[in-house]
């Protein structure tokens, strides 16, 4: 039965505008169950997925830039010298709660569990040469704990197929944005420092979320499926960065809209493999806000997703997918991975 095909083939990932380390260089994909093609399934579906994204690339416009060519850039925002980052390690691991009613309307609550290390030798140092290769004005982090938790509705009563809909949600401020660091030479620096918003476990804003899906068969083949979706994500509710023992309130935040595209086609003609292949555009701008760098966030990405998906039994699916930039236009100077490796379990009941 091709709907029955259609609803293995689907549960492949789509892309969600998530806020991620450096703004523009996180993982593109999601586990929206209803955006994929699950939408006919009545009841419950639980998904438990973990990306890796190691950003150790630094990148500037469309190419790469090394540390010695980045400490002797000037930031034109700010007139000082550019920021000049180490690393970021990321390790997400995502659970997403979905209902459906099986007729017209869906839900999904999507809670991220966040390992972050990050390490940068900072803008200059406090006697006003540059920040690399010593980086007393540059810190290390260690994070772990709860993000931002998503809630996003769809509605696809409009069919008989109920093969597309509208998804409309929010981005609760529930994730932690207070850490604090210390500053990699405490001889010269000692004490703490603030955590850039921007690498903090939530950011502490509240976020619309709007978006549309469609999937089906490609005409006259009996055995490819195609799929696509758009999702924008837009800051309503901005935040004051609270204060922390490294000193009072670091100002405003606001981080940069997010409007992320996706299609892609699957192969649905084995009994329990499902491969796919899916392009993922986004588009993210700049942060803005006197806590923010609006300078060295935001760009332009295209990633190629090869996929595979694995059918245990009717109810329960293992997946995974490896994202390989095609494009990447950054702005200022920022890190980047060069790849991002997710894989996860679904299970309906």
């Known amino acids: 039965m091709r709907f029955k095909k259609?609803?293995?083939?689907?549960?492949?990932?789509?892309?969600?505008?998530?806020?991620?380390?450096?703004?523009?260089?996180?993982?593109?994909?999601?586990?929206?169950?209803?955006?994929?093609?699950?939408?006919?399934?009545?009841?419950?579906?639980?998904?438990?997925?973990?990306?890796?994204?190691?950003?150790?690339?630094?990148?500037?416009?469309?190419?790469?830039?090394?540390?010695?060519?980045?400490?002797?850039?000037?930031?034109?925002?700010?007139?000082?010298?550019?920021?000049?980052?180490?690393?970021?390690?990321?390790?997400?691991?995502?659970g997403s709660l979905d209902y459906n009613n099986g007729e017209s309307w869906g839900a999904t609550v999507v809670i991220p569990y966040i390992q972050r290390n990050h390490m940068t030798y900072g803008s200059a140092n406090s006697d006003g040469s540059a920040g690399w290769p010593s980086g007393?004005?540059?810190?290390?982090?260690?994070?772990?704990?709860?993000?931002?938790?998503?809630?996003?509705?769809?509605?696809f009563g409009f069919a008989e197929e109920k093969d597309w809909g509208l998804q409309f949600g929010v981005k609760l401020p529930t994730g932690a944005n207070n850490q604090t660091a210390p500053f990699n030479n405490q001889t010269v620096n000692p004490g703490l420092t603030v955590v850039d918003p921007g690498l903090q476990l939530g950011t502490g804003t509240t976020d619309v979320i709007l978006g549309a899906y469609k999937?089906?068969?490609?005409?006259?083949?009996?055995?490819?499926?195609?799929?696509?979706?758009?999702?924008?994500?837009?800051?309503?509710?901005?935040?004051t960065e609270p204060s922390t023992p490294a000193g009072p309130s670091a100002g405003t935040y606001r981080p940069g809209n997010g409007l992320n595209l996706n299609v892609g086609?699957?192969?649905?003609?084995?009994?329990?493999?499902?491969?796919?292949?899916?392009?993922?555009?986004?588009?993210?701008?700049?942060?803005?806000?006197?806590?923010a760098d609006t300078w060295?966030?935001?760009?332009?990405?295209?990633?190629?997703?090869?996929?595979?998906l694995y059918r245990v039994s009717d109810k329960t699916q293992v997946y995974a997918n490896v994202q390989l930039p095609v494009y990447q236009n950054l702005n200022g100077i920022q890190l980047a991975p060069t790849f991002v490796a997710s894989m996860g379990v679904r299970v309906h009941f």
């Not at 549960?11 to 969600?16: C, E, G, Q, R, V």
């Not at 690339?57 to 850039?73: E, F, Y």
């Not at 089906?216 to 901005?238: L, R």
């Not at 060295?296 to 595979?308: C, E, F, R, V």
């Open 215 to 239: 999937f089906g068969f490609i005409p006259n083949t009996e055995d490819w499926g195609y799929f696509a979706n758009i999702q924008y994500q837009a800051t309503v509710i901005p935040t």
């Open 296 to 308: 060295s966030t935001g760009g332009n990405l295209l990633y190629l997703t090869p996929g595979l």
């Open 136 to 155: 007393d004005n540059g810190y290390t982090s260690q994070a772990s704990g709860f993000g931002d938790i998503k809630v996003i509705g769809r509605f």
């Open 6 to 94: 259609i609803i293995v083939a689907m549960a492949i990932m789509l892309p969600a505008a998530g806020a991620m380390a450096c703004a523009s260089c996180g993982c593109s994909l999601n586990t929206d169950v209803g955006t994929q093609g699950m939408g006919s399934s009545e009841g419950w579906t639980v998904d438990i997925r973990m990306d890796m994204l190691n950003q150790n690339q630094l990148r500037s416009g469309t190419g790469t830039i090394s540390q010695g060519q980045a400490v002797n850039t000037i930031n034109p925002k700010t007139g000082g010298l550019a920021e000049v980052e180490g690393y970021t390690q990321n390790n997400y691991l995502t």
């Open 265 to 291: 086609t699957n192969y649905q003609g084995f009994e329990k493999w499902v491969p796919t292949v899916q392009f993922n555009y986004v588009n993210k701008t700049a942060d803005s806000g006197n806590a």
